[in-house]
């Protein structure tokens, strides 16, 4: 998926690992600084993937967690033994961490909403998102004044939301479902409302939406992730969140370049650079 490369002084580097309800995990780096994103597939592909990117796993920074469901914390348990990081996550995710995974006792440092952190050469600062857990975040990453947004697993979009993505140069983005997909699907009732709750996961209208206010403040890639195998599809992602783009006059491939990451393999690495060096390039997938 060579479509959202880009040119110039390098800043940020970011790459998906999987992204999808089965399994989540992805990497930050700049220079010797290189952070796990959630852990929520083995160990095994967490590890080929650092080596892929020619990192070891006791080379990380950190590894920090979104929130305990097990498509983002599955790995950590045998992770735990390839490398020395430590873990960060909000309070309660420490807490249910600390009980539930006896190896990651003493390496668990956990942080209150807002707080910032200091990984290396990267700034990592926190934002709530809601979400049916004990405590769900996305994140986003400073360096040199550049900035990354990662942001899913969340089921309506909110004020600090709104001023998380806002002035990101590159959006690591949840498109979860196609509200139609879930409605007509072969969910069981309970599952259906609790997808569709504003605690649940995030539509592809409604992350269109959210990737129009972006766009509107200087964000030059747009990444979907976390889409569901049985309500959703890459093209239909795509295709709604590029048509509130376009219906706001947005260029997709001019202006702004949109992928979606794929479910079970790693991603193409972005490189969050200055928006005047984009290079124009789209996925035609």
């Not at 970011?14 to 220079?31: D, K, L, P």
């Not at 969910?187 to 592809?204: A, C, M, Q, T």
Request: proline share 5%; hydrophobic share 40%.
């Amino acid at each position: 998926m060579p479509f959202y490369l880009m040119k110039g002084d390098e800043i940020l580097r970011f790459q998906t690992f999987a992204s999808s309800s089965s399994g989540n995990a992805a990497v930050i780096t700049s220079g010797d600084t290189a952070i796990l994103l959630d852990a929520g597939i083995s160990a095994k592909r967490i590890v080929e993937g650092l080596r892929g990117l020619d990192i070891r796993p006791e080379d990380l920074s950190g590894i920090l967690i979104t929130h305990e469901h097990t498509d983002h914390i599955k790995g950590v348990r045998v992770l735990l033994k390839r490398t020395g990081a430590c873990i960060f996550a909000v309070e309660p995710v420490a807490a249910y961490l600390e009980e539930t995974i006896p190896e990651a006792r003493g390496r668990i440092v956990p942080f209150a909403k807002g707080e910032e952190l200091g990984l290396g050469a990267i700034g990592v600062r926190p934002f709530l998102t809601p979400h049916d857990s004990l405590g769900s975040v996305g994140y986003i990453f400073d360096h040199q004044g550049e900035k990354l947004t990662c942001l899913t697993d969340f089921g309506c979009i909110t004020p600090e939301i709104e001023e998380a993505v806002r002035g990101a140069q590159t959006l690591f983005l949840e498109a979860n479902h196609d509200v139609e997909m879930v409605r007509c699907g072969l969910y069981p009732g309970f599952l259906k409302r609790r997808i569709l709750d504003p605690e649940g996961h995030i539509s592809n209208g409604d992350s269109g939406r959210l990737a129009v206010l972006a766009a509107e403040s200087g964000t030059r890639q747009i990444i979907l992730g976390h889409l569901s195998r049985e309500n959703n599809t890459p093209s239909t992602a795509l295709q709604t969140v590029a048509g509130c783009l376009v219906e706001a006059g947005v260029s997709v491939g001019a202006d702004l370049s949109l992928a979606a990451a794929p479910a079970e393999c790693p991603g193409d690495v972005v490189q969050n650079l200055c928006k005047k060096n984009l290079l124009n390039r789209i996925d035609k997938t």
